[in-house]
């Protein structure tokens, strides 16, 4: 079974950054989609980048755009989010799941589908502090 760890959360004032880091065991494809997505207390998960390894492309919401940066070293099979500038309302866990099939999506589908990652990390906590 397809075995998703993210890391790198934590407390940070408004501003600064992290890298969160998501690595994945068992299994590994780079036709496999990965993403980050986020949750805040109450509110739906939504995603916020997305990487098709075979071939890098990445998509990113208006929300991070210019501030994120979702990269990948297949060698270690882990995906990372480099967050800059980051604000309060970026506190929230951030999930990083997988597709788990071979299939490339839209821009739509790689932030807005959940339904079409299978697998999923236990998430890490951001907090951002005013």
């Known amino acids: 079974q397809v075995q998703l760890v993210e890391s790198g959360g934590g407390s940070v004032q408004a501003g600064g950054s992290l890298t969160l880091s998501c690595v994945t065991s068992?299994?590994?494809?780079?036709?496999?989609?990965m993403a980050w997505f986020r949750q805040a207390p109450g509110k739906e998960r939504e995603g916020v980048a997305a990487?098709?390894?075979?071939?890098?492309?990445?998509h990113y919401d208006d929300s991070v755009k210019g501030r994120c940066a979702v990269s990948q070293d297949k060698v270690k099979h882990t995906m990372y989010l480099q967050m800059n500038n980051l604000k309060p309302e970026d506190t929230v866990i951030y999930y990083c799941p997988a597709t788990g099939y071979s299939l490339a999506l839209t821009s739509d589908q790689a932030l807005g589908a959940r339904e079409e990652y299978i697998y999923w990390g236990q998430g890490t906590q951001v907090t951002v502090s005013s």
């Open positions: 990487i098709y390894p075979f071939t890098g492309v990445t």
């Open positions: 068992k299994i590994y494809n780079t036709r496999y989609y």
